[in-house]
């Protein structure tokens, strides 16, 4: 059987299918270079599961307290000898990316300092850990306050206006690399140790946590190859390869992780404690697969970018442009094309394939938002998914693919359901 008529038994029209092969052939070179990327990671993370003695002693169940975990140890230092750092806190126990930034950002401030982002405002979840909209517990209620620098109309840092910003009481510094569901740039690792250096001329012992959310393995290099004190993200994201059932990680300097396993657990307790609950083999695994699924999202992504440009979409990145994460933002300027599109990725899953998103008001979002997700691990967005707000400019952001087919079929799909309701043309 040809390729082209399993994808026509999908539901794939053949126009659609030469129109996305039309637009693959000339992506080549893109795709060798994020193959080379992958490469050199999975060495990379092969290399520390060498150097760290992993055995399969270490995927070992524990429970209760916990002590003497070797496989969670282990894991940890992997974790620290990919990225660098001196330390490692990568728990089942952080339950996402925001409870990991929280536990960093609560761990590392104390009453009285002033945490500031030069990259102005931070990811929406971060507002309500920040205080920047009130909220139990935030830090503001801890009296930690909090200063935010605009990003330049061009999207590049104003240093002049961080300088200005860093006081006597600024002691930690967060840094956003992935634009999250905003308009501006996504950062590289140099360009935040640019930021990173010139934060530290201004006031040499300030502590910079960078968000490393969607970032992990786009690059050869990481953030804390450039002067980050800490990096954070989720383990439903990149660093878990899609086989991490939960999770987040903190790799960092060994005093910043220290308090962050204080925080975690409790004053006294640390590290030594977290039962891992059976939950390390998806741990390591998802680790070790991680480059080549980052590498078939970010394929995903440029094919995306490359096909909605053609239909005569904005994209942000562009179709040309290096990427920094693995999020695609295509404008398509309607909510008939948004919810489209979003049944396209939902009926490409292997999970709830059947089911229709629809617009609902998630909580700490101003409009409504529409979801597509048909992932194996709840909520997870290393897995085929798309959302965005129902309001102008109806952009929807688009992520994950556990392997390139799987990422190229969703963008097919999404083609396919704008082209039969007459919302696009084929060029
Ligand atoms: C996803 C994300 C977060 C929050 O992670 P959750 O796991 O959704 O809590 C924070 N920052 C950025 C940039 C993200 O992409």
């Not at 956003?176 to 530290?200: N, V, W």
């Not at 239909?311 to 300027?333: K, S, W, Y």
Request: aromatic letters at 10%; one cysteine or more.
């Amino acid at each position: 059987m040809e390729i082209q008529q399993i994808y026509e038994q999908l539901g794939i029209d053949p126009a659609v299918y030469a129109f996305g092969e039309d637009v693959l052939s000339g992506l080549t070179a893109r795709f060798q270079a994020i193959d080379r990327t992958a490469e050199y990671n999975q060495a990379k993370v092969l290399d520390a599961m060498r150097r760290s003695r992993v055995s399969a002693q270490c995927f070992a169940q524990t429970t209760g307290y916990g002590y003497n975990d070797l496989g969670r140890d282990v894991l940890e230092r992997v974790y620290a000898d990919t990225f660098h750092t001196e330390a490692a806190l990568v728990r089942p126990q952080i339950t996402c990316g925001t409870h990991a930034l929280a536990i960093a950002l609560s761990a590392n401030l104390r009453p009285g300092d002033e945490l500031l982002s030069p990259v102005g405002a931070p990811y929406d979840t971060l507002e309500e850990v920040i205080g920047i909209r009130p909220s139990k517990c935030s830090l503001a209620e801890y009296g930690v306050s909090y200063r935010q620098v605009e990003l330049l109309p061009d999207g590049t840092f104003d240093y002049d206006g961080i300088a200005a910003a860093i006081g006597d009481r600024t002691r930690l510094i967060t840094i956003q690399r992935s634009k999250g569901y905003a308009t501006r740039p996504s950062f590289s690792p140099a360009q935040i140790g640019e930021l990173i250096a010139f934060c530290k001329t201004v006031k040499a012992d300030v502590i910079c946590m960078v968000d490393n959310c969607y970032g992990e393995f786009v690059d050869t290099v990481e953030p804390s190859d450039f002067g980050a004190d800490m990096i954070v993200g989720s383990l439903i994201k990149n660093p878990g390869g899609g086989l991490a059932a939960v999770g987040g990680y903190i790799c960092g300097t060994a005093a910043c992780v220290e308090n962050c396993a204080y925080r975690l657990s409790a004053p006294g307790l640390g590290q030594e404690v977290g039962a891992n609950l059976g939950q390390l083999p998806a741990m390591f695994q998802g680790f070790f697969l991680a480059p080549t699924v980052v590498a078939g999202a970010l394929k995903g992504a440029v094919f995306a970018a490359n096909v909605f440009e053609r239909l005569g979409f904005a994209c942000v990145p562009n179709g040309a442009e290096p990427r920094n994460d693995i999020i695609q933002a295509v404008t398509l300027g309607s909510p008939e094309r948004m919810l489209a599109f979003c049944l396209g990725i939902q009926s490409a899953a292997p999970v709830d394939s059947f089911a229709t998103p629809v617009p609902w008001a998630m909580p700490g979002y101003d409009a409504e938002v529409v979801m597509a997700a048909g992932a194996f691990v709840q909520g997870s967005s290393i897995e085929l998914s798309a959302d965005g707000p129902m309001r102008e400019p109806y952009a929807v952001y688009f992520q994950g693919g556990l392997t390139w087919y799987h990422a190229k079929t969703g963008i097919l799909m999404a083609v396919q359901k704008l082209f039969e309701k007459g919302l696009v043309t084929l060029p």
